[in-house]
């Protein structure tokens, strides 16, 4: 079309913003040269195009008057656009991108028809995509929804579009009221964006329309699927703008203030912004792990969304945090502020009945003497129960799970308590990953403890343990409690230190005489059969009675009914009642102590056992199953190590140290000198951790090795190769080729009966829970009773 229009009126504006997509641009513009309408103008906006994009503006406009093309410095598509209606000067525009084009020739004279009939501020037409699989072209057809109707007020309009997603906010295939977008052209922020600018204009244009129409009409525009910067495949190189959406909500939310409305659309932003941090957490979760990190980051490009994209990140990879945690290694948005550590935040589930309890009981005192403040974050509070704490210590109480709020709960306490570092000894808790990720994402440091050995996860009880190193990356330095664990974490990448527990000074008191000569041994734990095996305690203890006359054999902790039970059954079973005594619970360790000649230790594993400390403090000879990595043990003096499980041999040493006052005093005194000796060889505890405080303020602590090349590959492999195989033996069953016929009809007997079972117990319904609870009891019944037999 070459005729020139003079001044005749423009019907329709065209809106045309194009940056590099010459590729395209052809086919676009020819669309637009072949329409039979002579009344409408395309104002194309070159934005700063370094292909030849802007000299293909130029040969079309010489073409064509209707075309009228504006060179620009590259500011990005929602500057273009702004430009481009602030030219127009048709009644109605339109929007076409430079790498769509339209259908056919007779486009516009049918807008225009259809635009003046129904008169509405915007009429929504139909279209078609291309250019990429049939299942994107069905995902971006679900986003448009095929919806037609009329809305008549503002409010509804946007709460259709952007809240319950009645129709798509995509401006190609609507067709504007011109005087309407001009009104909302002083509200749009002058900032650099070329990713949801639909989203963000058309929430402003329907802000100012009273009505919005879609009808069913032909494909009027034809709209490529991965070209542009929204619908291409995620790349490293455009995430950083991609993620530019979520700004959007801040702006609207400006705006809303300005218009004294944000009262009003409250709930329709927020519904918003998590449909664009959905978005943008899916684009970025489509990265490859290589560019994680960066993808990420860019996710935390609004301040104002930091919490809320935290949030989401944990609730999109709860059942997954192993592979969060890859992704976000290394992640900018982790690192600490740079700011001096003045208060301590220490966190274990409680602080009653158990070592890891006892150590933190002993911590908080050392922390107060070096002039930190501490507050200690629980999950409960039993003061009855409890070790005694200083006064000035500061309590908060956690929800156990992030389904009940405690995300929320703990990053409210961090911000309130101005915590600068969080200790967390919960080293094996299902909170631990996620608990570090808010505390990191407050700028907080955060540093592990980890009571437990490395090796744990090579049981299968504990086989999902093997995943936990992952998590620990998290952490800005990780304390252990064995030489062991340190080399094993450092070669993974894990900046580890070597920690002992804190020794509490104990004074002395002169070992109490029984009257007749009466023998006291000592087994101190808290009931938990798994770790501590104190069914094997009572069975070496009832050796030694039948051995020794005056002995009296004392179990000190707590337990749950079961375990109590257990353990007076199996006393009044063997009539052993005034020989073994379940004392319970006690903070007053010292009334056993002071009386004890050998204490037994029966546990399968420790790291840093607190009753060995106790019974070195106090020169008792120890007889224990081999825990030949504990630190405290590995010069050999002061104990009498026996094979784990070893009963017999257990109670043999037992015996011959009762009845060889000589040995047990010669071990007594070696137990006493062995203690003095590790406390002169190994830094304090307090020490240990004044070190790693300095080093995190002045940003000292790295990882001992880069993510690509572990210190000692020989280690990091040994942990890939137990992941695998572990993932290997929770293999499906039924994916097994050579599975015995035997277990194959195992296997479908199980699946006849689950769906026979499902047809009057529906999951997620009350019936279903029930059953469960039913089915839990009665294998806990079978558990307990193969137990006692």
Aim: a neutral charge.
């Amino acid at each position: 079309m070459t005729a020139q229009q003079g001044n005749k009126e423009i019907s329709i504006s065209v809106i045309v913003p194009v940056h590099n997509v010459e590729a395209y641009l052809n086919e676009c513009l020819s669309s637009l040269l072949i329409q039979s309408l002579e009344s409408a103008e395309f104002i194309v906006i070159d934005d700063g195009s370094t292909d030849k994009s802007g000299q293909i503006c130029d040969e079309f406009a010489s073409k064509d008057s209707r075309f009228k093309v504006i060179h620009l410095e590259n500011k990005g598509t929602l500057a273009a656009r702004k430009t481009a209606f602030a030219a127009a000067k048709g009644k109605w525009c339109v929007c076409l991108d430079g790498d769509d084009k339209l259908p056919f020739n007779r486009v516009l004279e049918i807008e225009v028809a259809l635009a003046n009939k129904y008169d509405a501020d915007i009429l929504r037409f139909d279209m078609d995509a291309f250019g990429t699989t049939p299942e994107e072209i069905q995902a971006y057809f679900r986003f448009r929804n095929p919806w037609y109707g009329i809305i008549n007020t503002p409010y509804e309009i946007i709460n259709a579009v952007f809240s319950r997603g009645t129709i798509g906010w995509g401006m190609a295939d609507k067709i504007y009221r011109t005087s309407i977008v001009k009104r909302t052209l002083p509200f749009v922020n002058d900032t650099f964006l070329i990713s949801g600018t639909d989203c963000y204009q058309f929430f402003l244009i329907c802000y100012f329309s009273s009505t919005l129409q879609s009808i069913k009409t032909e494909p009027l525009y034809s709209y490529r699927i991965g070209c542009g910067i929204s619908t291409s495949s995620p790349d490293a190189n455009k995430i950083n703008e991609q993620s530019k959406i979520l700004l959007i909500p801040s702006y609207l939310s400006r705006f809303l203030e300005s218009e004294k409305q944000e009262e009003k659309y409250q709930n329709v932003l927020k519904r918003l912004t998590e449909r664009l941090l959905d978005q943008a957490v899916t684009r970025v979760s489509r990265l490859p792990i290589a560019d994680s990190a960066t993808g990420f980051d860019s996710l935390f490009v609004n301040t104002d969304l930091r919490d809320l994209v935290v949030d989401y990140l944990i609730q999109k990879y709860w059942s997954s945090p192993a592979l969060l945690s890859q992704k976000i290694k290394g992640a900018r948005f982790l690192a600490s502020l740079p700011k001096k550590i003045r208060k301590i935040g220490i966190f274990y589930h409680r602080v009653y009945d158990g070592g890891v309890q006892r150590v933190i009981s002993l911590q908080i005192p050392q922390f107060l003497e070096m002039g930190f403040k501490v507050v200690l974050f629980t999950e409960e509070i039993k003061e009855e129960l409890e070790y005694n704490l200083p006064s000035t210590t500061e309590r908060v109480i956690l929800p156990s799970s992030f389904k009940h709020g405690r995300g929320a709960k703990l990053r409210k306490y961090l911000k309130e308590h101005n915590v600068d570092l969080l200790i967390h000894h919960a080293a094996h808790s299902n909170n631990l990953f996620f608990d570090g990720l808010i505390t990191k994402s407050l700028g907080i440091r955060f540093c592990i403890t980890s009571h437990e050995i490395c090796t744990l996860f090579l049981l299968d009880k504990c086989s999902h343990l093997s995943q936990f190193p992952f998590f620990y990356h998290i952490a800005d330095a990780m304390a252990v409690l064995n030489t062991m664990d340190l080399k094993f974490y450092s070669a993974l990448g894990i900046p580890t230190f070597y920690i002992p527990n804190p020794i509490q000074f104990l004074p002395f008191t002169p070992k109490t005489i029984e009257p007749n000569d009466v023998k006291n041994l000592v087994w101190i734990a808290r009931l938990d059969q798994f770790q501590k095996n104190y069914v094997e305690a009572l069975k070496i203890f009832k050796l030694v009675c039948e051995k020794i006359d005056d002995v009296v054999c004392h179990i000190v902790g707590r337990g749950e009914a079961a375990d109590v039970e257990y353990i007076t059954n199996y006393v009044k079973t063997n009539g052993l009642e005034n020989k073994i005594i379940y004392e319970g619970f006690t903070t007053n360790l010292q009334k056993f102590l002071s009386t004890a000649d050998v204490q037994l230790i029966t546990s399968s594993f420790e790291c840093f056992p607190m009753n060995l400390i106790e019974a070195k403090q106090y020169g008792i000879p120890v007889v224990l199953f081999e825990l030949p990595y504990v630190e405290l043990i590995k010069d050999q003096k002061g104990i009498i190590p026996v094979p784990q499980h070893s009963v017999k041999e257990a109670a043999e040493a037992i015996i011959e140290l009762l009845r060889n006052d000589s040995k047990r005093e010669a071990l007594s005194l070696a137990s006493e000198q062995s203690l003095d000796t590790f406390k002169r060889r190994v830094p304090s505890h307090i020490r240990s951790w004044k070190d790693i405080i300095d080093k995190l303020e002045l940003k000292e602590i790295t990882p001992p090795h880069s993510r690509h090349e572990p210190f000692d590959p020989d280690w990091y492999n040994f942990w890939q190769t137990i992941l695998f195989f572990q993932s290997e033996n929770k293999q499906n069953k039924s994916e097994v080729i050579n599975l015995s016929t035997y277990d194959r009809k195992k296997i479908e007997r199980y699946e006849n009966c689950l769906s026979f079972l499902l047809i009057f117990f529906p999951p997620q319904t009350l019936r279903y829970n029930l059953i469960k609870k039913v089915a839990r009891k009665i294998y806990n019944f079978i558990k307990k009773y193969v137990r006692n037999k």
